[in-house]
């Protein structure tokens, strides 16, 4: 059995947003999309890149589910990102609830055709 299975990038650090100011403009300024549990707020950059954070809203259980929910959006993203157009800065919030990969996975990718960010 054979599968198309593309091997995906590295999560490189160019492509985190860190400054608590840039995540706040894009809070602030950035569009929105959301289904259920999760949204993505996203805004064009200057980059040949995108960038991306992932916030987790305040009371988001305890330090291993806060961990556990970043990793599997970071490796929905670093699975997805070759399929997005480039030259974004995205946020990605997730809410408390069924939270595993494979629902990550259908989170993100739906947001991410609902905001126009899919290469065509």
Same mark, same amino acid.
Do not use: A, P
């Given at each position: 059995m054979e599968t198309d299975f593309v091997m995906a990038g590295k999560f490189r650090r160019e492509e985190r947003i860190k400054n608590p100011a840039e995540i706040k403009n894009l809070f602030k300024n950035g569009k929105k999309v959301s289904v259920s549990g999760a949204k993505l707020f996203f805004a064009k950059s200057d980059n040949d890149f995108n960038r991306i954070a992932f916030p987790l809203p305040r009371g988001y259980g305890n330090a &291993?589910? #806060?961990?556990a929910?970043?990793?599997?959006?970071?490796? &929905?993203? #670093?699975f997805y990102?070759?399929?997005?157009n480039t030259g974004y800065d995205m946020l990605l919030l997730v809410y408390p609830g069924n939270d595993s990969f494979s629902t990550r996975c259908v989170q993100f990718r739906t947001l991410c055709n609902k905001a126009g960010l899919v290469r065509e």
């Open positions: &291993v589910q #806060r961990n929910s970043k990793r599997y959006s970071r490796e &929905v993203y #670093r990102k070759t399929f997005l």
